[in-house]
């Protein structure tokens, strides 16, 4: 059973920057695409980028040039660094393995808000 930790959400005004962490445990985690997800209020959970088993990356168009997704295997870790972050980019942030094996498997969250 796989268990996804997220960790790095805050309070940063527009501009900032924040680094997110997600770790994972319960499967094999080297072999699997990663994703970041997140979820506004009122809004429909939405992808925010990949990172492959190969560490290919995509990247949704409204965070391209902005945000990073990155994947540490030795810590079964994997990091979205956001930049010049806006207030649209406020949501609760997830990560989640890509593979229909986990489909319904998220984790809690952290929230990011941007706001001065």
């Known amino acids: 059973q796989v268990q996804l930790v997220e960790s790095g959400g805050g309070l940063v005004q527009p501009g900032g920057s924040l680094r997110l962490s997600c770790a994972a445990s319960?499967?094999?985690?080297?072999?699997?695409?990663m994703a970041w997800y997140r979820q506004a209020p009122g809004k429909q959970r939405e992808l925010v980028a990949i990172i492959t088993a190969g560490g290919s990356r995509n990247y949704a168009m409204s965070v391209k040039d902005r945000f990073t997704i990155s994947r540490d295997n030795t810590k079964s870790t994997v990091y979205l660094q956001m930049n010049s972050l806006k207030p649209e980019d406020t949501a609760v942030y997830y990560c989640?393995?890509?593979?229909?094996?986990?489909?319904?498997?998220w984790g809690q969250g952290t929230q990011v808000t941007v706001s001065s």
């Open positions: 989640h393995v890509q593979s229909s094996a986990y489909e319904n498997s």
């Open positions: 319960g499967i094999s985690f080297r072999t699997y695409a």
